[in-house]
């Protein structure tokens, strides 16, 4: 069929642009750009799998679908190189809009590195500044050390649905952004399964800020033979403006001339004392010995997650379910002495159901936090857990409201734990199922205060 024949029918068939699984990766990405590059509605159609040796660039009103059993797999013809798909206005920082990707299932085929087009953007299916963004029936089951599988940051209204992915990095990454929905996914990744990073390293994602809200639901993170990070990373942080003869290290960011700069660096926990203040508008540039890049024009002096629901989530893999936390090592340093404290607002947890046997924490929080609501969930020996990093003087209080929650723990359980200095916690459950006589839950205050009102057993007063 002409190129004409299948315009006039509504949509364009990329095979018409050369787009076959007999052509080289080189003049498959040519022949697929060429394809997007008239927006509308393009397919792929014949099953098989097609080499790819460069990233394609998505415009603005534009879907991609992918039929069944079609498979992108990314190859070295000439370098290696980061994206499958990316959208254009990542590359100006303007935004694109109103764009599907529609069965995508990507083979990395080891081809797994960080060549930023964009400072910080590393998905295998990467998008920056888009509105209006739809993914769906994606699929990725090699994913590399390097690579997040999705990475979206500084969106409006983001759908993701019906995802399985699975490997050593990020399943789902994203950066600041408002009205996101994470749907239906299937997670065994030895990283993050989901990564809300209001906050994050330099090379983590590209500008940052509020992500907010959101709803992530019908996951399910499957057990693996080795693990790190969480089901979900949810971090803040804070930041202040630039003065003369203050200590930087690796990923720090200061407000400086109207716009963000941050320190790239290598993570050897070196320290630095800046002397000369950033004012450049774009890329990077070395200042007393600094290498601080440019980020964004609309300041903000924290990040953060808020307004978000959590809902219908099956935790198979035995590590920490929520980390909401500052980082504070020599990789990012979230939260800096002085600034502005961000508070994790409003994050709602309901049928979060533990199906693994080990004790780790359901939740681990080392940020402050208003309101922690959990209903309807099944827990086994997972507590609550407050630590500290040291990074705040006041970690304020927090509120935990659990509603028709149902405890599987045989024996004592240790429901709140606090390691906080001054930490004050109120803990509030009803409706509770024990499903065994012998339970008994207990609180660990630690230098903090917990009060408490339960039907629980070994809490009731």
């Given at each position: 069929m002409s190129v004409k024949a299948t315009q006039q029918r509504g949509f364009v068939n990329a095979a018409d642009f050369g787009f076959s699984p007999e052509a080289s990766g080189t003049e498959n990405a040519q022949a697929l750009q060429r394809a997007v590059d008239g927006c509308g509605t393009i397919i792929v159609s014949q099953p098989g799998v097609y080499k790819i040796a460069d990233t394609v660039f998505l415009g603005s009103h534009t879907s991609l679908i992918f039929g069944n059993d079609v498979f992108l797999k990314k190859v070295d013809e000439q370098g290696p190189f980061t994206h499958v798909l990316l959208n254009k206005g990542a590359l100006t920082r303007t935004f694109d809009e109103n764009i599907t990707v529609d069965g995508l299932h990507i083979i990395v085929n080891g081809i797994d590195v960080r060549k930023f087009l964009a400072y910080g953007l590393h998905g295998q299916l990467a998008f920056f500044y888009v509105k209006d963004l739809r993914i769906e029936r994606f699929r990725c089951m090699d994913l590399g050390r390097a690579q997040y599988a999705i990475h979206v940051c500084t969106f409006e209204d983001v759908l993701i649905n019906d995802v399985i992915i699975k490997g050593d990095k990020d399943g789902v990454h994203l950066g600041r952004g408002k009205r996101f929905t994470i749907r239906n996914g299937v997670f065994q990744t030895f990283d993050d399964a989901v990564a809300l990073n209001g906050q994050d390293y330099d090379v983590g994602n590209p500008e940052m800020g509020w992500i907010e809200d959101g709803v992530v639901e019908k996951c399910w993170d499957l057990n693996a033979e080795k693990t790190t990070g969480f089901f979900c990373r949810i971090v803040a942080g804070g930041w202040i403006d630039w003065r003369p003869g203050m200590a930087v290290q690796k990923s720090d960011t200061v407000v400086s001339a109207g716009r963000l700069y941050r320190v790239q660096a290598d993570p050897d926990g070196t320290i630095y004392i800046s002397t000369t203040q950033p004012m450049h508008a774009h890329g990077s540039q070395v200042l007393d010995g600094i290498t601080w890049g440019a980020g964004q024009t609309d300041v903000t002096y924290t990040a953060g997650v808020r307004n978000v629901v959590f809902r219908d989530i099956f935790l198979y893999k035995p590590r920490i379910g929520f980390s909401v936390h500052f980082?504070?090592?020599?990789?990012?340093?979230?939260?800096?002495?002085?600034?502005?404290?961000?508070?994790?607002?409003?994050?709602?947890?309901?049928?979060?159901?533990?199906?693994?046997?080990?004790?780790?924490?359901?939740?681990?929080?080392?940020?402050?936090?208003?309101?922690?609501?959990?209903?309807?969930?099944?827990?086994?020996?997972?507590?609550?857990?407050?630590?500290?990093?040291?990074?705040?003087?006041?970690?304020?209080?927090?509120?935990?409201?659990?509603?028709?929650?149902?405890?599987?723990?045989?024996?004592?359980?240790?429901?709140?734990?606090?390691?906080?200095?001054?930490?004050?916690?109120?803990?509030?459950?009803?409706?509770?199922?024990?499903?065994?006589?012998?339970?008994?839950?207990?609180?660990?205050?630690?230098?903090?205060?917990?009060?408490?009102?339960?039907?629980?057993?070994g809490l009731r007063s």
């Amino acid at each position: 069929m002409s190129v004409k024949a299948t315009q006039q029918r509504g949509f364009v068939n990329a095979a018409d642009f050369g787009f076959s699984p007999e052509a080289s990766g080189t003049e498959n990405a040519q022949a697929l750009q060429r394809a997007v590059d008239g927006c509308g509605t393009i397919i792929v159609s014949q099953p098989g799998v097609y080499k790819i040796a460069d990233t394609v660039f998505l415009g603005s009103h534009t879907s991609l679908i992918f039929g069944n059993d079609v498979f992108l797999k990314k190859v070295d013809e000439q370098g290696p190189f980061t994206h499958v798909l990316l959208n254009k206005g990542a590359l100006t920082r303007t935004f694109d809009e109103n764009i599907t990707v529609d069965g995508l299932h990507i083979i990395v085929n080891g081809i797994d590195v960080r060549k930023f087009l964009a400072y910080g953007l590393h998905g295998q299916l990467a998008f920056f500044y888009v509105k209006d963004l739809r993914i769906e029936r994606f699929r990725c089951m090699d994913l590399g050390r390097a690579q997040y599988a999705i990475h979206v940051c500084t969106f409006e209204d983001v759908l993701i649905n019906d995802v399985i992915i699975k490997g050593d990095k990020d399943g789902v990454h994203l950066g600041r952004g408002k009205r996101f929905t994470i749907r239906n996914g299937v997670f065994q990744t030895f990283d993050d399964a989901v990564a809300l990073n209001g906050q994050d390293y330099d090379v983590g994602n590209p500008e940052m800020g509020w992500i907010e809200d959101g709803v992530v639901e019908k996951c399910w993170d499957l057990n693996a033979e080795k693990t790190t990070g969480f089901f979900c990373r949810i971090v803040a942080g804070g930041w202040i403006d630039w003065r003369p003869g203050m200590a930087v290290q690796k990923s720090d960011t200061v407000v400086s001339a109207g716009r963000l700069y941050r320190v790239q660096a290598d993570p050897d926990g070196t320290i630095y004392i800046s002397t000369t203040q950033p004012m450049h508008a774009h890329g990077s540039q070395v200042l007393d010995g600094i290498t601080w890049g440019a980020g964004q024009t609309d300041v903000t002096y924290t990040a953060g997650v808020r307004n978000v629901v959590f809902r219908d989530i099956f935790l198979y893999k035995p590590r920490i379910g929520f980390s909401v936390h500052f980082s504070k090592d020599k990789y990012d340093r979230s939260y800096y002495p002085g600034a502005e404290i961000p508070v994790q607002e409003q994050l709602t947890f309901d049928n979060i159901r533990v199906l693994h046997d080990q004790p780790t924490p359901l939740f681990e929080i080392n940020t402050p936090m208003d309101v922690i609501t959990l209903t309807n969930s099944s827990l086994r020996n997972n507590r609550i857990a407050f630590r500290s990093n040291d990074a705040l003087p006041d970690y304020l209080k927090t509120r935990i409201n659990m509603v028709g929650c149902v405890f599987n723990q045989k024996g004592r359980m240790e429901l709140v734990t606090n390691s906080v200095a001054g930490k004050e916690i109120a803990l509030k459950t009803s409706a509770s199922i024990e499903l065994h006589d012998d339970f008994k839950a207990q609180v660990v205050p630690g230098p903090g205060r917990i009060t408490v009102a339960s039907d629980l057993t070994g809490l009731r007063s």
